[in-house]
């Protein structure tokens, strides 16, 4: 357990030091990485999880491991949450957090725009366990209060909101959320810790995909849920333990590694994605930005009541996306046309509505459509802007679309 | 229209040189360059080593997209990767010099270097002169007929001294003798001692570099393909090569080298600026303070100031080590350039082999304090100072 009490710390702080105390054994100042999947325990220790207290032994790594512990602190530190679980991915994470709160007769309200993989999971695997959902525009706070039912448990949203970076106010559906006796989640995976704290708004969880930009080096999946350690701890024993997906400790100590340059890094994100979106607005053959940190962003005040750093994710519309995207794919130098984002490089992937609207989001009303159509058109480009030089970065982008 | 890298930033050149997707048929267009563990390579011909690779140790392709990236940022034709900053200087020492030779080094070198040009390196008939570097004419009279290199540091560890490059390197290019600069304290985003005329850039990669104190390196960076040719000859026959996932951690870490040294910078002249007005502090050494003896050579070849600053607490050793141990935030460790606050105090760890008479001589109080301030919060650092010296 970390013996510094972080909480008066800055972020920077916070980022390097939170979870990482020399090692007590050796002193070493940076962290082992603890990849042993068991541990040599007392001859009166448990063999059910549900005999593990909060200050058990080490045991078993899928358990828990001091690598992924120190974490887990770390993340728990940045979030100002009391506790945190490490998963193997963001997708391990949600699944662990929507089987844990929800069960058959449930019902729950999901952003009718998320990542694409949790939508396609809330068309069909969620259902097929009986529970109900019902998808709603979650940047409409009547839109969410209309959908409300008796049993309704969780309401989940994502702000900014994957692929169209729409949000939602955090405070405001905290509100109705608990006023119907729900529970709120948010993924904070675009806006990072350094922008928004989720849980100081009201939210009950957060969950983050740390592959994107916690981790910041494309090179480690994981993913994490924060909250209360009263509503943590049997989960940890139920889905994330018995589900299994946890993370690999030398992925936890990547990811770890990552962090520490975290706050300086979204610095320069953000510093780049407002130059090269203000680079976009003016070109010719764009018709649309959106990028929170610009004031034609629909909700720009918003942003900047709920986002202390507007993140490095721009979208964009041009005529004639379809081919467009093939000539960046074929053109750009520095920018790599793959999909994901929050890397150190920049990347860009080409999102077409049409192919969307019917894998994945399948709006069951007209004014759902109108603001996907308002945000996307027939498609966009989402872009994570990486931390190169903004210079290079614009240079890129012109001469692949001059 | 092709970009032209050569003109690249420097973030961008630290994100991108060395790691380009490989679009090849059968390659994965992976965006982060593999961990090629593998010791050896396979081989379709007997006489053709596939791709050039042959045997990890002459050469690795997750080190070679080191090696290149490192390149790329010193403005250097040729990068090598060394399992560590002395591995590298051990094998620049083998490759360029021959018994009888002679060195001119600085005084105020690092203690390991020392160590090795000392205890290692005079067995082998090598002959070592120290001067006072700062002073470039000291430097050109200790220049003798067997003179083969000339060593120096700038800033010098932990008196922070600069060496005027420019000037040194004109000295030796006129007397045919090779200017090696260990560029660690500063790397290359602050400094390219090879554009200032340097012949033989070396650096700990274990500090600014890999920057977050868990990867152990050393890298050698030269224009000149002949000293490449023979650095690379004697890297693959002595073998003190960077292990590939140490080689990958380390390119990890250059991903952010902007990033950090902007934040150890600004973190580092505002503590020179704190303790220059403190009451229990009696001198502070910072090339970034207008009060360094050469702030103006630090403005004229660097375009920066880097995180490492030294300074003097009035009073004993004790109050000193009282001081080094209230610290909570700084850790009481040897080693620099990490993402946390390092502290410590030269006469009793880094320079304790170094005899208290030379020490004093060339200006390694009892008092000295040496700092690598890290990226923390600024308040945080100043209120752990504050709490420590009061």
Not at chain 2, 155 to 161: G, Q, V, W
Not at chain 2, 167 to 189: C, E, M, W
């Amino acid at each position: 357990m970390s013996k510094t009490d972080f909480s008066g710390l800055g972020e920077q702080t916070k980022a390097i030091h939170a979870g990482e105390e020399p090692d007590p054994v050796t002193r070493a100042s940076a962290p082992s990485i603890n990849m042993s999947t068991t541990f040599v325990v007392e001859a009166d220790a448990g063999f059910s999880v549900e005999s593990l207290d909060e200050d058990a032994a080490w045991i078993y790594t899928r358990w828990g491991n001091p690598t992924i512990h120190q974490l887990e602190l770390k993340l728990a530190a940045l979030e100002q949450a009391e506790t945190a679980i490490a998963f193997a991915s963001g997708m391990g994470a949600i699944t662990a957090l929507v089987f844990h709160l929800l069960k058959a007769g449930d019902h729950l309200v999901i952003s009718d725009v998320t990542y694409a993989a949790l939508t396609e999971m809330a068309n069909e695997m969620i259902p097929e366990l009986n529970i109900e959902v019902t998808k709603v525009n979650t940047s409409d706070p009547e839109a969410i209060k209309a959908a409300i039912k008796p049993n309704t448990k969780l309401i989940y949203i994502e702000t900014p909101c994957n692929p169209l970076l729409r949000l939602t106010d955090i405070a405001e559906v905290t509100g109705i959320a608990h006023q119907a006796g729900a529970k709120l989640a948010v993924d904070s995976t675009f806006a990072t810790p350094i922008a928004t704290k989720p849980l100081l708004l009201g939210a009950d969880f957060v969950i983050h995909s740390l592959t994107k930009y916690l981790g910041g080096h494309g090179d480690a999946l994981g993913g994490a849920i924060l909250g209360s350690k009263a509503a943590l701890t049997p989960l940890r024993k139920k889905t994330a333990i018995r589900l299994g997906g946890v993370i690999s400790p030398f992925n936890a100590w990547l990811i770890m590694r990552g962090i520490a340059t975290l706050p300086i890094r979204m610095r320069v994100h953000e510093e780049n994605a407002l130059k090269v979106a203000a680079w976009l607005e003016q070109h010719p053959k764009v018709k649309k930005v959106i990028y929170p940190g610009l004031p034609s962003h629909p909700q720009h005040e918003l942003a900047k009541r709920q986002m202390k750093n507007f993140s490095g994710m721009i979208t964009f519309q041009l005529e004639n996306g379809n081919k467009q995207a093939k000539i960046f794919a074929e053109k750009l130098q520095i920018i790599h046309y793959a999909v994901s984002l929050g890397h150190h490089r920049s990347l860009i992937f080409y999102l077409n509505s049409a192919d969307l609207l019917e894998s994945s989001f399948k709006f069951a009303t007209p004014e759902q459509l109108a603001s996907w159509n308002d945000f996307a058109g027939e498609g966009i480009f989402r872009f994570s802007i990486g931390l190169e030089d903004a210079d290079d970065i614009i240079a890129d982008l012109k001469q692949a679309l001059d | 229209m092709s970009l032209n890298r050569e003109t690249f930033g420097f973030a961008t050149k630290a994100i991108h040189a060395g790691e380009e997707p490989d679009f090849r048929d059968g390659a994965t267009g992976d965006v982060v360059v593999p961990i090629h563990l593998s010791t050896t390579f396979a081989r379709k011909k007997v006489t053709e080593p596939t791709g050039g690779y042959e045997y990890t140790r002459s050469l690795n392709p997750t080190r070679k997209a080191l090696e290149e990236k490192l390149a790329a940022l010193e403005n250097a034709n040729y990068g090598l990767a060394f399992s560590s900053g002395l591995a590298a200087e051990s094998t620049v020492l083998l490759s360029l010099l021959n018994p009888g030779d002679h060195i001119v080094a600085f005084d105020d070198l690092y203690g390991g270097t020392k160590r090795l040009f000392n205890q290692v390196f005079s067995n082998f008939g090598f002959e070592i002169s120290y001067v006072d570097a700062t002073d470039t004419s000291l430097v050109e009279n200790a220049i003798k007929p067997n003179t083969k290199l000339v060593w120096i540091e700038s800033p010098s560890n932990p008196l922070l001294k600069l060496s005027d490059i420019k000037a040194i390197s004109q000295i030796t290019h006129k007397r045919g003798v090779v200017l090696v600069v260990d560029n660690t304290f500063l790397s290359p985003y602050f400094q390219k001692p090879l554009d200032l005329g340097a012949d033989v850039v070396i650096h700990s990669s274990t500090k600014y570099i890999g920057g977050h104190s868990d990867v152990l390196g050393g890298a050698v960076l030269v224009n000149d393909l002949a000293y490449y040719e023979r650095i690379q000859y004697h890297q693959n026959a002595v073998g003190a090569v960077l292990s590939p996932f140490d080689s990958y951690l380390t390119l990890r870490g250059v991903k952010t080298l902007a990033v950090r040294l902007e934040k150890h910078q600004q973190n580092a002249l505002h503590i020179a600026e704190y303790l220059s007005v403190h009451s229990k502090v009696s001198k502070v050494i910072y090339p970034g303070l207008e009060s360094h003896p050469q702030h103006e050579l630090a403005k004229a070849q660097t375009t920066g100031f880097g995180g490492v600053l030294s300074f003097e607490i009035k009073g004993t050793i004790d109050n000193a080590k009282q001081f080094l141990e209230k610290l909570n935030v700084f850790a009481l460790a040897e080693s620099l350039g990490g993402v946390e606050s390092l502290i410590e105090l030269p006469s009793l760890m880094t320079h304790a082999s170094v005899a208290k008479e030379v020490r004093d001589q060339i200006g390694i109080t009892d008092t000295l304090v040496r700092l690598s301030v890290g990226i923390e919060d600024i308040e945080d650092l100043i209120s752990d100072i504050e709490q420590a010296l009061a």
